[in-house]
């Protein structure tokens, strides 16, 4: 393997908020990668295998995927048709042998955005993920105590470990991140019951209880209470 080792550091403040997870069976060039250009980014998680590269995304939610084309048990291919099942809009870079350059049309069909032929420069891998970091870091809201929540897997991550929420959880911090982004910082108690429990009549004893719940789950400064007006979200 030849691939160019990166000498070269692109700071991009979008970088440092991306997660990207390389799935790759050579362990030599999974590790000439990380060592070339993983600190440009907020984490870069390795998998030797598609279905282990399958259980880390799952797991770890990453803006992006950059996999070999052919690996035993389950193919780059057949991992990317079912990431895109779940988050058609997550970036897939293909690596591929110039001997599997046939493959190219299948990964076009899949939704693969860009194909690398082995030995490539790190430079250009880096410099891709660049141009893409501007509609990538749309997709994230950075909170404070380091929490960080995206917006098109609705998950929320403390310091890039996923944290588990309810449906009415995940929901509520959708509902104060969209006001704040329409330059409504505070949401109305009466708004959260609406959009959480619609027509069930809800006590405001349940509403701080389940105001509790998710502070319990993160931490006392992501959510703030306006006394007599309702609840907002603090951004980074």
Do not use: C
């Not at 999974?30 to 980014?41: E, V």
């Not at 870069?44 to 052919?70: C, H, Q, R, W």
């Not at 105590?145 to 609705?154: A, I, L, Y």
Request: overall charge neutral; proline content about 2%.
């Amino acid at each position: 393997m030849h691939t160019k080792i990166s000498t070269i550091g692109i700071k991009n403040k979008i970088l440092k908020e991306l997660k990207v997870l390389l799935v790759e069976d050579e362990e030599k060039l999974s590790s000439l990668l990380k060592k070339a250009i993983g600190d440009n980014f907020y984490a870069f998680y390795i998998a030797n295998n598609g279905k282990e590269g399958m259980d880390k995304f799952l797991k770890l939610s990453p803006d992006v995927v950059i996999t070999d084309i052919m690996m035993p048990e389950v193919t780059g291919l057949e991992m990317a048709k079912e990431i895109k099942k779940i988050d058609p809009s997550v970036p897939i870079i293909i690596l591929s042998a110039f001997s599997e350059t046939d493959k190219f049309l299948d990964a076009i069909d899949v939704g693969v955005v860009k194909y690398f032929i082995k030995p490539f420069d790190t430079d250009e891998l880096l410099e891709y993920i660049s141009s893409l970091s501007q509609t990538l870091g749309s997709r994230l809201i950075s909170l404070v105590d380091g929490f960080s929540f995206n917006k098109t897997s609705k998950s929320l991550y403390k310091e890039g470990r996923y944290v588990a929420l309810t449906k009415n959880e995940s929901k509520f911090i959708q509902l104060l991140l969209e006001q704040h982004e329409n330059q409504k910082n505070i949401v109305e108690d009466a708004t959260i019951k609406n959009t959480l429990w619609m027509n069930e009549e809800v006590s405001d004893e349940k509403l701080r209880t389940f105001v509790r719940r998710v502070r319990a789950k993160t931490s006392k400064g992501l959510i703030s209470n306006i006394k007599g007006q309702g609840y907002e979200i603090i951004l980074a």
